[in-house]
């Protein structure tokens, strides 16, 4: 049907009929994967592995030494999700905020490639 690759992006009322997660489920995810933490400063021991890895590529990347900003922003995240309204709301709440948007990004992305590997329930 279609010649080249085709990325969809299905909105939110789309997303329990595709098996993605959704509201207060994809909040608890994000906390969770986005609350990032290190025993030793090494061991990672709390968090996506996947997310962590892409932080330490950026950083890398942009020449810088220092993710604990990244990993920080990650971790505000996490610690709102329980209050928020939603991801989206949060999201632009702080859309002016550059890390907070990008680990937000991470952390949506990693939920959903996640969710397609292991879909939630059927409705």
Known sequence: MFEQRTV??????ASREVRL????????????????RYDDGSNLS?????IAG???F????????????????GRSISAAMPQ?????NYMHTHADDV????????GIAASILE???HPCPAP
Not at 84 to 88: G, L, T
Not at 99 to 106: E, N, Q, T, V, Y
């Open 84 to 88: 928020s309204i939603s991801i989206d």
């Open 54 to 56: 892409a932080v330490k």
């Open 99 to 106: 890390l907070i948007s990008l680990m937000g990004k991470l």
């Open 58 to 73: 950026i950083v890398r990347n942009a020449g810088e030494r220092d993710a604990n900003s990244y990993y920080w922003a």
């Open 8 to 13: 969809f992006v299905v909105g939110a009322g």
């Open 115 to 117: 969710a397609e590997q």
């Open 21 to 36: 997660p959704m509201g207060a489920e994809l909040k608890g995810i994000l906390a969770e994967k986005l609350n990032i």
């Open 46 to 50: 709390g968090g996506d592995r996947n």
